[in-house]
């Protein structure tokens, strides 16, 4: 929306600041840190007073986690709005990537709400039936998808770019649909399987958001694709406005987050993240740096495939709980020791995404 205020300038003033995607990531950033820290106590306090036992805890679980019962849940509420917000305000409202993104986040964070809900009012941990939710996250996903495919370049539609490889391209044809939908729907899941200790989701997916952000700012640059030898898709750049402000609002969050957690995302977050973690990708052609950037999230979601798979053929199990953070807890490290390693994880894969950039 401040981009409009470019208007004013004669092409050396302060206006002519809104110009610059930098400039006006940075003020997203700050707009949302400030609204986390603004809205944070206030929300915890609505929260605990409408949820009263807070977040129901599976008595199946790690035993650690029993100490946790009456946290208040949603706070993902906090990490949307702060996000919604600031992208909002410091992102050009002409770009259709832009709003592509923002769809698939409120979306997903709508259907993580209303699971959230179910299971506060029943006081259980089930909440919206999985196949309603697959549902929806695949309804959502498809219009994300072809949504994305409308504007990307006429050389890139139905295209699967190949990481390193720029003169490598994969025509997937009609099977895109499908391919982008399964990067989104096992975006949003694998968000929400690693979303099981405080503080665990939210850091990797600031995270391999940043690193996406990155990478979308390069490929909306001619002159930078050119250096860096990838696609270039004109009007990704104002993507990092989003992903700044998606870290302003992570930080925000995370400020309440961090063990012991005052407020737990929910579904609400962990869903509305991992779509808009998966959009991204979509939108800027890197569906596949998307599995190296947020490797953590794909393990995670592999641990209890395995788990699921192998228990059913033979009665026995990989991992003593899955997802693995939890196999982890089961073999005595600390909450803060994973979730701190688990962290470290995620900032190695990011380099190893972004070093996919150059290869020259």
């Known amino acids: 929306m401040l981009y409009w205020l470019t208007a004013l300038s004669d092409g050396g003033d302060f206006w002519n600041l809104f110009r610059y995607i930098t400039f006006r990531a940075g003020g997203a950033f700050l707009t949302a840190l400030i609204f986390g820290f603004l809205f944070g106590k206030p929300l915890i306090n609505v929260l605990r007073r409408k949820q009263g036992k807070g977040q129901p805890i599976r008595d199946d679980g790690p035993e650690g986690h029993l100490s946790k019962a009456g946290t208040p849940t949603m706070g993902g509420l906090l990490i949307?709005?702060?996000?919604m917000t600031s992208t909002l305000i410091w992102a050009r409202w002409d770009n259709p990537y832009v709003w592509m993104v923002l769809f698939v986040t409120l979306a997903f964070a709508a259907i993580g709400f209303a699971d959230d809900y179910a299971k506060v009012s029943k006081q259980n941990t089930k909440g919206v039936s999985s196949k309603m939710r697959l549902a929806l996250g695949i309804l959502i996903a498809v219009l994300a998808s072809l949504?994305?495919?409308?504007?990307h370049p006429a050389e890139l539609q139905n295209q699967l770019a190949l990481p390193v490889f720029k003169d490598t391209l994969i025509n997937l044809g009609l099977f895109y649909i499908p391919f982008a939908v399964i990067v989104i729907v096992g975006s949003?899941?694998?968000?929400?399987?690693?979303?099981?200790l405080d503080g665990l989701a939210i850091m990797p997916a600031m995270i391999a958001a940043s690193t996406l952000g990155v990478i979308a700012y390069a490929v909306?640059?001619?002159?930078?694709?050119?250096?860096?030898d990838v696609h270039y898709v004109p009007g990704t750049g104002e993507i990092f406005i989003f992903t700044s402000a998606l870290f302003g609002a992570g930080l925000g969050f995370l400020w309440y987050n961090a063990p012991p957690a005052a407020v737990f995302m929910g579904d609400t977050g962990s869903l509305a993240l991992g779509g808009a973690l998966g959009a991204i990708a979509?939108?800027?052609?890197?569906?596949l740096v998307l599995a190296i950037v947020g490797g953590l999230f794909v393990v995670e979601a592999l641990s209890v495939i395995i788990q699921v798979l192998y228990f059913k053929r033979t009665g026995k199990r990989v991992f003593l709980m899955a997802p693995?953070?939890?196999?982890?807890?089961?073999?005595?490290?600390?909450e803060p020791t994973i979730v701190i390693r688990f962290w470290i994880i995620s900032l190695i894969l990011a380099m190893i995404g972004l070093a996919t950039l150059k290869v020259r």
């Not at 949504?147 to 504007?151: N, R």
């Open 324 to 334: 693995i953070h939890h196999h982890y807890e089961k073999k005595g490290w600390a």
């Open 282 to 287: 979509v939108a800027t052609k890197h569906e």
């Open 147 to 151: 949504w994305a495919g409308l504007h």
């Open 220 to 228: 909306g640059r001619v002159d930078f694709t050119e250096y860096l």
């Open 188 to 196: 949003a899941n694998a968000v929400n399987l690693t979303d099981g």
């Open 80 to 83: 949307v709005g702060a996000l």
